[in-house]
């Protein structure tokens, strides 16, 4: 049984195109690496746990598939997909509300648009993650709001950063 059943909470794959735009860039190819390490650099080290793809492009009249960057006088806009679970959530769309926060808050001027919201089942995949979604559940109960999913995404980012910090105040 998930928790979805008990407490009407669930987890969803969120994925999210980004138009990232590149400069002094003489091919599509060249132009999605840099735009891929770009998106990269403004995630980590907060959101490492991002997927970054290639964004899949068609032409609007023959539905023809086209490179994900558009490419015009050595400036590109890249399309790329990113991909974020987000967790303890009630309702589809309060997870694309929490993904589109979460990265755009990192990737200032580059418009977002929620391409596709999947529930998940991982609830049972592993005896430590129906542990942390239990703890969230109850935060969440407490706190009815529009950052549950928020607060549970920055819970599970912020359990692997306080071990280091508390190391480094030992070390003092």
Same mark, same amino acid.
């Given at each position: 049984?998930?928790?979805?059943?008990e407490?009407?909470h669930?987890?969803?794959?969120?994925?999210?195109? /980004? /138009?990232?735009?590149? =400069?002094?860039?003489?091919? #599509?190819?060249?132009?999605? !690496?840099?735009?891929?390490?770009?998106?990269? %650099?403004?995630?980590?080290?907060?959101?490492? =746990?991002?997927? &970054?793809?290639?964004?899949?492009r068609?032409?609007?009249?023959?539905?023809?598939?086209?490179?994900?960057?558009?490419? /015009? #006088?050595?400036?590109?806009?890249? #399309?790329?997909?990113?991909? &974020?679970?987000?967790?303890?959530?009630?309702?589809?769309?309060? #997870?694309? !509300?929490? /993904? !589109?926060?979460?990265? *755009?808050?990192?990737?200032?001027? &580059?418009?977002? %648009?929620?391409?596709?919201?999947?529930?998940? +089942?991982? $609830?049972?995949?592993? +005896?430590?993650?129906?542990? +942390?979604?239990? $703890?969230?559940?109850?935060?969440?109960? +407490?706190?009815?709001?529009?950052?549950? *999913?928020?607060?549970?995404?920055?819970?599970?980012? $912020?359990? $692997?950063?306080?071990?280091?910090?508390?190391?480094? &105040?030992?070390?003092?």
């Open positions: 049984m998930s928790l979805r059943g407490g009407g669930m987890n969803c794959r969120v994925v999210v195109e /980004a /138009a990232v735009p590149v =400069y002094d860039v003489e091919t #599509a190819d060249e132009a999605v !690496r840099i735009a891929i390490s770009k998106t990269g %650099e403004m995630l980590n080290p907060d959101l490492n =746990y991002v997927e &970054i793809n290639m964004g899949e068609s032409c609007p009249h023959c539905g023809e598939e086209l490179e994900p960057a558009f490419l /015009a #006088a050595d400036e590109s806009l890249v #399309a790329l997909e990113l991909e &974020i679970t987000v967790f303890n959530v009630e309702r589809e769309e309060h #997870a694309a !509300r929490i /993904a !589109r926060k979460e990265i *755009g808050q990192r990737l200032e001027n &580059i418009p977002l %648009e929620v391409l596709e919201i999947e529930q998940t +089942d991982e $609830d049972g995949d592993d +005896d430590e993650s129906d542990e +942390d979604s239990g $703890d969230e559940a109850e935060t969440s109960s +407490d706190d009815e709001g529009s950052t549950d *999913g928020g607060e549970s995404v920055d819970d599970t980012d $912020d359990d $692997d950063v306080l071990p280091e910090f508390e190391e480094l &105040i030992d070390e003092s």
